[in-house]
């Protein structure tokens, strides 16, 4: 042993020569000792270990849990269609709300004993007569529509028509129709108010409208109009 650490130390530079102490005992115990592993044979045991993972884990895909390898998928399922198209929807008609009293009658129609009017017959009514401007009944006016009321009691079947008028100028025509309108609605609620419904009686106010000339301007004409007969 000696003689082949003299040789080791004769092959080395004259600048590596050292003092070297040596032993049986420590040779003995370097002998009986393991030989570590170096430090590049642990390197090299790491790096293939990591490429066999690395080339085990491109292998051999991770399936999900709920999906094993090599199971079927699940059949897609199609949206149901309905053998027919749906009923259309029915709308009830809205309740017929019927009234649970008579209706109220107009107010009272203000008479004047010493208003301007006359009235005078038709051959299908009655003519009333009014002082200008003015849409006031007196007691002879007002009982001749209560005739034409009671003539139409007697027959339900007749319709009554109030045609109202009043004169007045071409530059101002709305203030005629408007009188007009106040009388023919004075006859019709002396009507109403003697049982003759409101369904029955036609009102016109026409102003200057078809007033003529050989009638008085400011008047209304309370005509009765009765069916056509039926043919047998």
């Known amino acids: 042993m000696r003689l082949l650490l003299a040789a080791l130390l004769l092959a080395l530079p ?9 032993s049986d005992q420590s040779l003995e115990s370097l002998k009986a000792a393991p ?21 085990t ?43 649970t ?14 208003a301007p009017g006359q009235a005078s017959t038709l051959p299908d009514g009655t003519r ?11 007691p002879s006016t007002f009982a001749a529509i209560l005739a034409v009321a009671a003539q139409a009691r007697a027959n339900p079947a007749m319709i009554v028509g109030v045609t109202a008028w009043a004169p007045g100028t071409p530059d101002d025509p709305s203030t005629p129709r408007r009188i007009s309108l106040d009388r023919a609605l004075a006859a019709r609620a002396v009507l109403i108010a003697n ?23 400011d008047r209304v004409d309370i005509t009765t109009i009765l069916p056509p007969p039926e043919k047998k």
């Open 14 to 22: 004259p600048a590596a020569w050292a003092q070297v102490t040596t």
């Open 35 to 55: 030989a570590p592993e170096s430090k590049a044979g642990e390197a090299g045991s790491h790096d293939a270990a990591h490429r066999h993972m690395k080339h």
């Open 57 to 99: 884990a491109h292998a051999v895909p991770h399936a999900p849990p709920h999906a094993p390898l090599g199971a079927a998928k699940p059949a897609r399922k199609l949206p149901l269609v309905p053998p027919a198209p749906p009923a259309n929807p029915v709308i009830a008609p809205p309740p017929i709300l019927l009234p």
């Open 101 to 114: 009293h008579a209706p109220e009658p107009p107010p009272p129609v203000p008479l004047r004993a010493d």
């Open 128 to 138: 009333v007569t009014f002082g200008p401007g003015a849409s006031t009944l007196n």
């Open 195 to 217: 049982g003759i419904v409101s369904e029955r009686i036609r009102t016109v106010a026409k102003g200057m409208t078809d007033i003529g000339t050989s009638a008085p301007g």
